[in-house]
């Protein structure tokens, strides 16, 4: 996900993680932890008429086809449950869908056994079969799902074991696969094949808290509570859903989103730091803070002149205040970051911090690192001229939206003060992704949001050059750390891959991880109450009760 | 007049289709971006990039593109949009209702809100009263339609708290700001349009003996001199709808509405051809159509007027 | 905004051509009638006034209209920054003086840009007919069938953001209401015998349309022109709003108010103050070239 994830709303119920996306999607960051709903039947007394949960959704609308969106948002997070899902803590995981998996020694294969007498909700029964369609669909190299991109590259087959047990082959160990699979969608096979892509879009027949009622592209999705919806266990009171129906509205606009809270049209938003003291003196609004995994960063074309030079890198990498980027950018509410991982990654490591800090926060000592690397101030405008001569003033591009241009604006300011100039340039997400991705770009300031450490494949092994790798970083060492890190399936020795993968990227400042925002929803406490929340703030949604 | 009609429709026909393909030339090879590595996901592989152009029909030959685009629209099949996998007739029949109610809406409260204001200026002229809301009119002429947008929402939704931030056009709260914000520089160009044409009817010879015959001084007003000045009126109804229509992207974009506008904007930022083509094409026929009516209008109501 | 501009192309499609000199020229005669509106003259004056405040906009400020002070950020207005600071802590009235150069200049050059191109093709479609005539006028018609901001966006996606890409796409939409005007009163002026007279007599063409012909059409250039100026700069902070036209961390009115955009709840003078300067010059300029007309308008009388 490079993407741009703005303010992350983190777990919308949920999918945490969908909200980042504020554009027409993001793809990827699927990532996301937040929880979503739970079992067992208790009812919740409804007062009067059905009762009702607006939400709203601030990427634009996409398509909802499994097999043909990449980007997962809170609308496809409602309906298509998850076969698994984090507990709280995002330590480990409750089977939903599954009653029980086992990897085998070699880590080469996951054997899956599934709950007796689950079904789609259009009564078709939730087996092996299914399960097996599914994967084969994502695997189909014709139909090029981009949802199921990593699915090709780990996964060789997927076999039928008895009616309930379905063993997934791998090709190589998968550290992430459990992380992987419970954000993956599975669409009732019968459904799908008998409506059609177009109209199976309309109508997501799945297995999840929420039935699709309604969909109108653009501007909204109505849902209706599915009354055989297992639920989450790990749920204060895992029971089906606590409301009748679910609106889902499509507003991009972060500041007509929170007026919306603010009057009552919807029960739970994303919060913009601009905004905040203002919700927390709302008595109707409770904010609900949690860290983030966004990494927001200063990125190089690493094959453009002089960014091939590790000492200019470095050199940037100390000039920079990430104190001034966040009382710019963020009001002051975002967390300083010093190492690539955000701060709710579940790589991040505290010790990290103290290592990036050591070559950081000292403009001085950039400015001795660059002239006695002989870029040099040598006609005395103030900028400095490279060995060749050149002045240097370079581009430094990012993705239209408010946040990123106060940010590229410090950033220009700091630069200046260390005799590098830039020229800021605006473009849209769609040309930000061509232009890194053929390299015809010299700085960049963008971001990259993902619950797990290999995050740092996609953005920087070699292979993802032409793609991910915005940076276009070609280091055959730095491809070795990466996949011993994608493979280990130990915890502690995962995170020991994933350390010196943090530091070999802050000693060689590939790029200059900035800053990892924080994540704030609020929530109208006068119209629902939520028991309890996960650490990125998402929760449950068997957790979710209306206020009389 | 028929003869007339047909040259007309053909030109406009032409046009349309003139205007899709400069489009769909332009998006393809002069606007840089490239919808599939969105569609892909930045999990995407080089590879899958490349199997999913495939896919998309993008790998081939820009002629080749352009025939299958034509031989599906002329059976009404527009594409399907890249991004959302849905038809894009679908998703222009969703908009389009939008910004048609918008632009109605706020053409109505021009019109109105004109009409009245010429009326009364040209009857009181040169009085303070015809002052006064002449200054107020060249004012509203003379604010940017998105910052008189933002100003209402500023007082109204933000200040007083009494209307939405965000527009609805099925609500009366929610068309409210939209539809003033958009018409009150065209209420206030047709204003000083009306007053003008007016106070030249009114010194007309006929005008002065309806008076001198003793009618009705209101009646005079009414029935004779605003329909003699009819005929500028309908002209520049036809511009303000075509420019209320560009307009109607901006009001959209501050007030959240998924309108044409957001459709196009969105079509144009993640490089969505189809849709952009889709939302050209539907908005060049309104155009387009709306000047056909007018100039029928424009014949209707001055006969002096002659097509051939 | 876009509205205005094809508004005042056919408001001037009515304005006759001034009639042959007799004692005085009509120039001179329109002087004197503009020097008896005082309405007029203020906003004339007001014009020039904002004019130089842009031009002169650091002998009258001190601030820095780039340079970031985090610490004075969303200040209100107050002794010392009068129309506050924006989110970067930058005076915002250093900001509207600086703005102004990038606004006006915006503004000014399409309407010039406009005219070069826009007048020309009037003359030739109006005063060789035909076929040139016809393909003339389609292709007005095709952009006019475009709504403009569109086609802006649409430039911009090709050539990427900056001013003279808005000028640009500001200077083809004035297009259609420049060379129709032109191509309307050459009609009207083809016939007038003197015309007729050299075209008989085998005259080059093209000399007698830029040395007989153009002149007899100036006043309606003029009148169009100064009302076209209004228009522009209303379009051109609309691209800049949209993010289309003046890069950050230039100053410009449009993008100021986008900038501001976002503090509209906590910062009320990030959007008041551009938009009202906007609407100021806009208002002036408007007043302006209606008294312009007017005094060009040979059918107004002298109070």
Not at chain 1, 218 to 228: F, H
Not at chain 1, 344 to 349: H, V
Not at chain 1, 377 to 402: A, T, V
Not at chain 3, 257 to 283: H, K
């Amino acid at each position: 996900m490079e993407e741009p994830e703005e303010e992350a709303a983190p777990a919308e119920e949920e999918a945490a993680p969908a909200e980042e996306e504020p554009e027409p999607t993001k793809a990827s960051a699927e990532e996301e932890p937040a929880p979503t709903e739970e079992p067992a039947p208790t009812e919740e007394p409804a007062p009067t008429g059905p009762t009702r949960i607006t939400l709203v959704e601030s990427g634009g609308y996409t398509s909802l086809d499994p097999f043909t969106n990449a980007w997962h948002a809170t609308p496809t997070f409602a309906v298509f449950g998850p076969m698994w899902d984090y507990s709280l803590d995002l330590k480990e995981f409750g089977g939903i869908w599954v009653e029980s998996w086992e990897f085998a020694e070699d880590a080469l294969s996951a054997t899956f056994k599934l709950k007796p007498n689950l079904k789609f909700t259009d009564g078709t029964p939730i087996n092996a079969e299914a399960l097996k369609w599914n994967f084969d669909m994502y695997l189909d190299p014709d139909l090029a799902s981009p949802g199921g991109g990593t699915i090709r590259e780990f996964v060789s087959s997927v076999d039928v074991i008895d009616e309930l047990t379905f063993r997934i082959n791998l090709i190589v160990p998968w550290a992430m696969l459990m992380d992987e699979l419970s954000w993956k969608e599975i669409a009732s096979p019968t459904a799908y094949e008998t409506l059609g892509p177009e109209e199976y879009a309309q109508q997501l027949i799945s297995y999840g808290p929420w039935i699709v009622k309604k969909v109108t592209p653009d501007v909204s999705i109505e849902y209706v509570r599915n009354p055989d919806w297992v639920g989450v266990p790990f749920a204060e009171d895992p029971g089906d859903v606590n409301f009748d129906e679910l609106l889902i509205k499509y507003v991009t606009d972060e500041a007509v989103v929170y007026a919306m809270l603010e009057t009552g049209e919807i029960d739970y938003a994303p919060i913009p730091a601009q905004y905040l003291q203002q919700a927390r003196d709302n008595p109707n609004i409770e904010v609900v803070e949690s860290d983030g995994y966004d990494t927001y960063y200063l990125g190089f074309n690493n094959t453009f002149y002089p960014f091939t030079e590790e000492g200019v890198r470095q050199a940037i990498a100390y000039a920079i205040d990430r104190e001034e980027i966040n009382l710019i950018a963020f009001e002051g509410e975002a967390n300083l970051l010093y190492q690539p991982l955000g701060t709710a990654n579940t790589g991040y490591n505290p010790e990290m911090e103290e290592y990036g800090m050591q070559t950081s926060n000292d403009p001085e000592m950039a400015k001795v690192m660059l002239d006695e690397l002989g870029f040099v101030d040598s006609d005395g405008d103030g900028i400095r001229e490279d060995p060749n001569g050149d002045k240097m003033e370079y581009e430094l591009m990012f993705p239209q939206d408010p946040t990123r241009q106060r940010i590229a604006e410090t950033l220009q300011s700091q630069l200046r003060n260390i005799g590098i100039n830039t020229m800021l340039v605006v473009v849209d997400a769609t040309l930000m992704r061509q232009r890194t991705a053929e390299g015809s770009h010299q700085m960049i300031t963008w971001g990259y949001a993902m619950l797990t450490p290999d995050i740092t494949t996609y953005i920087f092994r070699s292979s993802r050059i032409g793609a991910s790798n915005r940076n276009h970083v070609n280091d055959p060492y730095l491809d070795s750390l990466l996949d011993a890190q994608d493979q280990q399936l130990d915890p502690v020795k995962r995170q020991e891959a994933t350390d010196a993968i943090s530091e070999y990227l802050i000693d060689h400042r590939f790029h200059v991880p900035l800053l990892s925002p924080k994540y704030y929803n609020g929530y109208r406490s006068d119209k629902i109450r939520i028991a309890q929340f996960n650490i990125l703030g998402g929760f449950y949604w068997d957790d979710v009760y209306p206020v009389q | 007049m028929v003869n007339f009609l047909i040259r007309r429709l053909f030109t406009t026909l032409i046009l349309a289709v003139a205007l899709v393909a400069v489009v769909f030339i332009m998006l393809r090879t002069i606007v840089p971006g490239d919808p599939i590595q969105t569609l892909a996901g930045d999990f995407a592989t080089p590879e899958m990039i490349e199997s999913l152009r495939i896919k998309q029909g993008l790998d081939k030959p820009l002629h080749i593109q352009f025939f299958i685009f034509v031989r599906n629209a002329l059976q009404g099949d527009l594409g399907n949009s890249i991004f959302t996998g849905l038809p894009v007739t679908d998703r222009v029949i969703g908009a389009y209702p939008v910004t048609i109610r918008l632009t109605i809406y706020s053409f109505l409260f021009s019109m109105t809100l004109g009409l009245m204001l010429g009326v009364i200026t040209s009857y009181y002229h040169d009085t303070w009263l015809d002052n006064i809301m002449r200054i107020m009119s060249v004012t509203f002429a003379s604010v940017p339609t998105f910052w008189l947008g933002l100003m209402l929402i500023l007082i109204f939704a933000v200040w007083l708290d009494v209307l939405p931030v965000q527009g609805d056009m099925l609500s009366l709260e929610g068309l409210l700001l939209p539809a003033i914000s958009l018409g009150a520089g065209s209420a206030a160009s047709l204003a000083r349009l009306v007053r003008a044409s007016m106070l030249e009817v009114l010194n007309t010879e006929y005008v002065r003996t309806a008076r001198a015959k003793g009618l009705h001084e209101w009646g005079v007003v009414v029935k004779h001199s605003l329909r003699n000045a009819l005929v500028p009126i309908i002209t520049i109804a036809g511009f303000q709808i075509g420019g209320l229509l560009g307009g109607a992207i901006i009001t959209e974009n501050i007030f959240g509405l998924a309108g044409m506008g957001t459709l196009v904007i969105n079509g144009i930022t993640s490089r969505d051809y189809p849709v952009v083509q889709g939302t050209v094409l539907f908005t060049a026929f309104t155009y387009l159509g709306v000047n056909i009516i007018v100039d029928v209008m424009y014949a209707y109501v001055d006969p002096r007027i002659r097509y051939d | 905004m876009l509205t205005l501009t094809l508004e005042s192309d056919t408001i001037d499609g009515e304005y006759q051509v001034p009639g042959i000199p007799k004692e005085k020229t009509p120039f001179q005669l329109a002087f004197r009638r503009f020097g008896h509106n005082w309405i007029a003259i203020a906003a004339f004056i007001l014009m020039i006034l904002i004019v130089l405040s842009a031009i002169f906009a650091n002998r009258i400020t001190t601030f820095d209209p780039i340079k970031l002070n985090a610490k004075a950020r969303l200040t209100a207005p107050n002794s010392e920054y009068w129309f506050g600071t924006d989110a970067m802590g930058r005076d915002v009235f250093t900001r509207i003086m600086y703005g102004g150069r990038v606004s006006l200049w915006i503004g000014l050059s399409a309407v010039i840009l406009s005219l070069v191109i826009g007048v020309p093709l009037g003359l030739i479609s109006g005063y060789t007919g035909g076929v040139v005539d016809n393909l003339i006028m389609r292709f007005m018609d095709l952009i006019l069938a475009f709504p403009g901001i569109l086609f802006a966006i649409w430039l911009v996606s090709m050539l990427g953001p900056g001013v003279n890409q808005v000028i640009i796409a500001i200077a083809f939409w004035d297009l259609p209401g420049f060379s129709r005007v032109v191509r309307g009163s050459v009609l009207s002026i083809k016939e007038i015998d003197y015309i007729q007279a050299s075209r008989a007599l085998g005259g080059n063409p093209w000399r007698i349309m830029f040395s007989h012909v153009l002149p007899n059409v100036i006043a309606p250039i003029i009148i169009m022109a100064s009302l076209s100026i209004s228009g522009s700069i209303l379009a051109g902070s609309s691209l800049s709003f949209l993010g289309l036209g003046a890069q950050p961390p230039t100053s410009e009115w449009g993008l100021m108010l986008s900038d501001g955009r976002p503090y509209l709840r906590q910062a009320w003078w990030l959007m008041v103050f551009p938009g009202a300067m906007i609407t100021l010059f806009v208002l002036a300029s408007n007043i302006f070239g209606d008294g312009l007309r007017d005094a060009l308008d040979p059918r107004t009388e002298i109070k």
